[in-house]
């Protein structure tokens, strides 16, 4: 959208006292599913503003709905009533934990949200509803999550992988207190040589019981 426009659009919507903002968004895929900005946007023709973009679904980071979002919390935050407005809930997030985020956001601004495919609008019960029933499914979501990573750990386990942290040759822990005990070296480079973080350093010191004996200095 122009800047010429946009700021044409901004005009008119301060003296609305009730606003729909509209988010349309495509994909390649989309595309070759017939699902477009034309469908989304003749859906959306009610909207006050409406933003669009053209990115993947899983892509958290997109310009064009932040700029609607912002602009929807402006405007709530300014005494307008305000309706956050798509086609179809997967526009927001193909993630169900993503867009419940995003939907409680709209929620602590006051600001209602609309999916007109799905007959979603949080300002009425049924809407209420579907809204906690998204909670229950990025729940599942979340837990089936974490199940398939509980799998693939013990898979990777049963595989032979060794999981986490690799632990610090005897080779190089006997270089390790041969150089913390020179006392010449700091133990940044000592790391650096031995290609250790300082805190693997200190903690073999530890194991060892090492100390470093620094010369006092001359009052």
Do not use: W
Not at 102 to 109: P, Q, T
Not at 116 to 128: F, H, L, V, W, Y
Request: hydrophobic share 35%.
């Amino acid at each position: 959208m122009e800047q010429s426009s946009m700021n044409s659009k901004f005009k008119k919507l301060e003296r609305l006292d009730s606003i729909k903002v509209g988010y349309a968004r495509v994909s390649s895929l989309d595309d070759r599913q017939k699902l477009g900005l034309e469908v989304q946007t003749e859906a959306l023709a009610d909207c006050s503003i409406i933003f669009s973009e053209k990115q993947s679904g899983s892509n958290d980071n997109r310009v064009e709905l932040d700029k609607a979002i912002n602009l929807a919390k402006d405007l709530a935050s300014s005494g307008k009533q305000v309706s956050f407005c798509v086609y179809k809930m997967d526009r927001l997030s193909r993630k169900t934990s993503t867009l419940l985020k995003l939907v409680e956001d709209l929620k602590e601004y006051g600001i209602e949200f609309v999916s007109i495919k799905e007959n979603i609008d949080t300002a009425t019960p049924t809407g209420i509803l579907m809204y906690q029933l998204l909670g229950i499914f990025a729940e599942f979501e979340l837990n089936n999550l974490r199940q398939r990573t509980r799998e693939g750990l013990e898979q990777a386990r049963k595989n032979g992988v060794v999981l986490g942290k690799q632990p610090i040759p005897i080779d190089k822990k006997q270089e390790i207190i041969r150089l913390y005990q020179m006392n010449s070296l700091p133990i940044k480079t000592i790391a650096k040589r031995l290609k250790l973080s300082e805190s693997s350093i200190y903690k073999v010191a530890r194991q060892h019981g090492l100390s470093r004996r620094y010369p006092q200095k001359l009052l």
